[in-house]
């Protein structure tokens, strides 16, 4: 294999040891690098990310490992790894300490793959070249078996040379584009990207048996009062983003109650999926104030008024929604309330979705 020459004291540079322990952070006694926290945030080394640690359901989780990836720095091959890598004729001259005595900065994830640190990448496209090579051929040795390359936009000049050696395209976001890399023989089991989009819609209605309806100014329905809409953000509760939909368009605060329903809907062209929440809220406001980007008008429509629409009598579904939710305010009919549990599994809080055992807990309960 062709080697390249290249001048290799600037990379040395750009890769020195870095303080560990100003990089350290620890959390119910797991350690990350600062570096790990920001590429699960979507920052990478593209910006971007939102508060806390946001992870990804198309993405393995990561956990630090004493077997030998590095956290904070790039990794020193040993001799032997050195020789051994060099019979697999990879591309790794003799003549240079670096390409002989690194591989990329990455971390091991728990299910024996690799995470790339995108911030730790060489700044030259040759040297990352015959870095990648290294590292692929170390990895292989160690019985790794995935490995997730985030590319940062402004870094975009390295994606046809990680292609070269053999990583497929993954998902693309602002930011970034991710590839991935199966090193053993056989099918490759990563977890494909992320199909689904999750929605929510707030049924709210007043003391008066009047529904909180919008119309909304890009709307294929054609000017039809229905009740707010919209996707839940990155890492947003089910019961938080029919709050804030509602509030977004409407300028009305909220309480959850329930999931009343849920639709699962495919769309085929697209190769995604869309699940739709339909929640119940009691209103703690009146007054509305619409979002005008969105929304052309807001209005409390008599419950009545709101069921005669030729849009909610002709469609079956619809019909179904509210014939469920007007059976939920007569207390013949119980939701799906939230409530908050902790799993060993991974320690944290979260909301679990069902029907209360005792009914004086229920809110569905009927009242005398």
Known sequence: M?????????????????DSKSLKWREGGRRFSRQYLRFYQGGGGGGGGGGGLSIKSSY???????????????????????????????????????????????FEDEYGGVIVNPERLPHNANVF??????????WKLKG????????????????????KEGFNYHHAEQSYVMLTYWIPDGPCSLPANASHQVGVGGFVINEKDEVLVVQEKHCALGGVWKIPTGFINESEEIFAGAVREVKEETGIDTEFLEVIAFRYLIFLAFEKSDLFFICMLRPLSTQIIIDELEI????????????????????????????????????????????????????????????????????????E
């Open 129 to 138: 070249s015959s870095v990648l090579q290294t590292s692929l051929s170390h």
């Open 60 to 106: 393995p989780t990561a956990r630090t490992s004493s077997e030998g990836i590095d956290l904070v720095s790039p990794q020193k091959l040993s001799q032997s790894e050195i020789s051994r890598i060099n019979g697999n004729n990879c591309a790794v001259s003799s003549s240079s300490s670096y390409r002989e005595g690194f591989i990329l900065d990455a």
């Open 2 to 18: 062709e080697k390249t020459v290249f001048d290799v004291r600037s990379e040395v540079s750009s890769l020195k040891m870095m």
């Open 296 to 367: 052309q008008a807001a209005k409390w429509m008599p419950l009545v008024e709101f069921l005669e629409q030729p849009f909610v009598q002709g469609d079956c579904m619809i019909k179904k929604i509210i014939d469920i939710c007007i059976a939920r305010l007569g207390k013949r009919y119980c939701g799906l309330a939230a409530h908050k549990v902790i799993s060993k599994f991974d320690g944290r809080s979260s909301s679990l979705y069902y029907n209360v055992a005792q009914p004086q807990d229920s809110y569905c309960q009927s009242q």
């Open 144 to 163: 790794r078996k995935g490995v997730w390359l985030k590319l940062p936009v402004e870094r975009s000049e390295l994606v046809p040379v990680a292609i």
